[in-house]
């Protein structure tokens, strides 16, 4: 069978096929937020949205470290805070959410400890009571932290062996040295060593309610629900500060630099620039500069290293982002034999739209395609809720959420245009190769710009 490409696919025997354009209307833009802090120092942000009897919950702790050794407890906390309390066991706790159509789950990264859940809207009483118990008066019974250290442990083992996992690392480290913006997979070694009492020291002094958010989506009254918070979380208190991630240094351009994969039949290939936070008054442009370049499936990156020469099965663009700073950052994965012809072209990419402005139908498209997935994210409870406690990590509110989708649509071309020449400079970039350098390093070195370890 014939395969046909994107453009015949959108065409018909009379002329295009007529996409209908993607407007602002109610359903596009942010819901009623209520936000109110508490005395303790939490803040609490409900919202109804009654499109189902559920209520989605999302606990942000800010949860910054300044060791290895701080990433290797907060994985193991995040791993056993939930499996019981002082009153409950994990049997018991398991079983109060389930009589409510309730769960819980966390989980943790360099920034911030996270506390998921979902819930029947008549159920919500008995999920903050047992949240409550477990930020208040956890159990870490020794049972259960030897059982998920020894999981968690292997866990690591297996994932730090992983191409994507090592690529990754070796970016971090060189983004960003010995900051903890670095620290996303802790030593397994160091986990090994996690004892309860370390995790009860570290729950006492980092899992804070004060500069913490808690976000409420569902069938539910926001006053209420609010109070009902109050009520329930009044025994979580402190008068510290749970501690925010200082920023971390700019990304820097710099020459990329190759590891060693001995046999490696495929290349990891990752770059990094420096670009703006979302409270910047040009990040809408390099919003969409980065998806003309590489953020979705229309984009220059994939049309040209995917389709056109067939190097990679997917290609990838996006912005990361960290307290007062950000970065673009660019993924692939292709065979030994690709991975310098994939490099020049995605550095071919690079230049070409830092040099050349996009047209006005790329940035449509690209235009198109941010409105509709934010649309997307706001359109569910769950959606909501990770997307306003996101927002909250950023030291933004409802009014970014409510005003963005009104920046999208203004920027223009010549914004485009002058967001990529800003950010997409390849000389901004640096990155790592990670692959089998016997066959790879003199077709890297011809290409320049590599360093090898």
Not at 29 to 56: I, N, Q, Y
Request: charged share 20%.
């Amino acid at each position: 069978m014939a395969v046909r490409s994107a453009d015949q696919i959108g065409r018909t025997d009379v002329g295009p096929r007529p996409v209908p354009a993607l407007t602002l209307t109610a359903r596009t833009r942010a819901p009623s937020v209520v936000r109110r802090e508490l005395d303790t120092g939490l803040t609490v942000v409900a919202v109804r949205k009654p499109r189902s009897p559920l209520v989605e919950l999302r606990l942000r702790v800010p949860f910054a470290g300044s060791t290895p050794v701080h990433s290797a407890r907060a994985e193991m906390l995040v791993a056993t805070v939930l499996l019981g309390t002082g009153s409950r066991n994990r049997e018991q706790v398991d079983a109060e959410l389930a009589l409510v159509g309730g769960h819980l789950d966390a989980s943790v990264d360099p920034q911030r400890l996270m506390i998921t859940g979902s819930v029947l809207s008549t159920g919500l009483p008995v999920l903050l009571d047992v949240l409550a118990d477990c930020l208040t008066d956890p159990a870490y019974r020794r049972s259960d932290v030897l059982g998920e250290r020894e999981r968690l442990v292997e866990h690591l083992a297996i994932a730090a062996t992983q191409p994507s996992s090592v690529a990754h690392r070796f970016l971090q480290q060189r983004r960003f040295g010995d900051h903890p913006a670095a620290w996303d997979m802790p030593e397994p070694e160091l986990v090994a060593r996690v004892g309860p009492a370390a995790l009860r020291g570290l729950h006492s002094r980092a899992v804070l309610p004060r500069g913490s958010t808690l976000v409420l989506v569902g069938d539910l009254s926001p006053t209420r629900a609010i109070e009902a918070v109050g009520g329930a979380l009044a025994g979580w208190t402190s008068d510290a500060e749970a501690r925010t991630m200082s920023p971390p240094p700019a990304v820097r351009g710099t020459d990329l630099l190759a590891h060693h994969r001995d046999g490696a039949v495929q290349s990891q290939i990752r770059l990094s620039g420096a670009a703006v936070p979302r409270d910047d008054p040009a990040y809408p442009a390099h919003q969409l500069a980065n998806l003309v370049y590489g953020g979705y499936f229309s984009s220059r990156l994939v049309e040209n290293i995917r389709e056109d020469k067939g190097y990679t099965y997917s290609a990838r663009s996006s912005l990361e982002f960290w307290p007062r700073t950000a970065a673009v950052s660019v993924a692939f994965d292709t065979t030994t034999g690709s991975t310098a012809p994939a490099l020049l072209e995605a550095r071919y990419e690079l230049g070409r739209i830092s040099l050349l402005p996009p047209t006005a139908e790329e940035v449509d498209s690209a235009r198109n395609y941010a409105l509709g997935t934010l649309a997307t994210s706001l359109s569910t409870q769950s959606g909501l809720a990770s997307t306003l406690s996101m927002l909250a990590g950023a030291g933004l509110d409802q009014a970014w959420l409510r005003d963005h989708p009104g920046h999208l649509a203004a920027v223009t071309v010549d914004q485009v245009a002058a967001a990529a020449a800003d950010m997409l400079a390849p000389a901004s970039f640096t990155g790592v190769v990670v692959g089998d350098l016997v066959v790879l390093e003199p077709q890297l070195r011809g290409i320049g710009n590599v360093e090898f370890g």
